[in-house]
């Protein structure tokens, strides 16, 4: 199995209503659920956007320097992604798909080149 990241980014998403939101949420989350049921979802978040940065550190003098808010450079904001575990790159775009499909805006997919790190079980 191969894990990939599924990810939108904020500017790619147009303003909605609450109510648009509302039911974006309940289409993405039957597209988790399915996930959940088919054992590929390793992690799901989202609902991020400039306001959730909380910072930016970059390395001076051989020093973290933390800063407020995102790197002034930055344009793009990561707005929410998944890490699924599936067999191969058209599982990837399959699940991809499908949440473009129930969001009605772009997601873009990455592989991971090999098996992360994940918390240790307590």
Known sequence: ??????????????????????????????????????DVLLFSNGALDRSTALCSVTLVDGEPLFTDGPYTETKEHLGGFCVVDVPDDEAARYWAGRLAVALDWPQEIHRFRGPGEARLTR
């Open 1 to 38: 199995m191969t894990e990939y990241l599924i990810s939108f980014n904020d500017e790619w998403v147009p303003e909605h209503t609450p109510e648009q939101i509302r039911a974006k949420s309940v289409a993405s989350r039957a597209v988790i659920a399915e996930m959940q049921a088919q």
